[in-house]
């Protein structure tokens, strides 16, 4: 079953999320209605939060196509999609920087341009609580950060550029309208 999505100007997308401590069923039926919900938008991420709820955990999903550089090369050939990320966090990551576009379901048709670490490292449980460790790159880096925010409270309108946010004032005024009164 697909959940309502939290869209911005939803209080509980600024909350820090709670560490989990017992990866059980709950938390497994939790993560399949997060996959329900997040191929219904079409999105190749999502965090607990944007579901209404405060594990710290997420989910991504990149398709093989989406998972190439510039120049045609898969970024991360053994990496085994989909990945569910309990009590996540990244602990290493290359200097390099790239911009590219994000979107994210809680903005529907709202994308910017961001800058993120290229390569990280990151260490989180999987849905059988097991402890597993990822090193990933381009689109799957970028998702783990944009996802990882989502847990602290960061959104994408906190990482797009001043004069980005300007010109997207009114969509985010709209948005924050509509969501409030579906409250
Ligand atoms: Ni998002």
Not at 64 to 74: K, N, Q, T
Not at 174 to 183: D, G, I
Request: with cysteine.
């Amino acid at each position: 079953m697909s959940l309502p999505i939290c869209t911005y100007g939803n209080p509980v997308l600024r909350q820090k999320a709670v560490e989990v401590k017992d990866v059980n069923d709950d938390i497994r039926v939790l993560a399949i209605e997060m996959f329900e919900t997040m191929y219904k938008g079409k999105g190749v991420g999502l965090a607990a939060e944007q579901v209404g709820r405060t594990e710290r955990m997420f989910i991504i999903d990149i398709p093989a196509e989406g998972d190439v550089s510039d120049d045609g090369e898969r970024e991360n050939p053994d990496v085994e999609m989909p990945l569910v990320f309990i009590n996540p966090k990244i602990t290493n990551h290359a200097e390099d920087v790239q911009v590219g576009p994000e979107g994210c379901l809680s903005f529907p048709e709202i994308f910017a341009n961001v800058e993120r670490w290229y390569e990280v490292d990151a260490e989180y449980a999987d849905r059988d609580g097991v402890p597993q460790t990822l090193h990933a790159k381009g689109l799957l880096a970028r998702a783990i950060q944009h996802e990882l925010d989502h847990l602290d409270g960061i959104l994408l309108v906190d990482r797009m550029s001043h004069v980005k946010k300007v010109a997207l004032s009114g969509k985010l005024k709209r948005l924050v309208k509509q969501t409030k009164k579906a409250l």
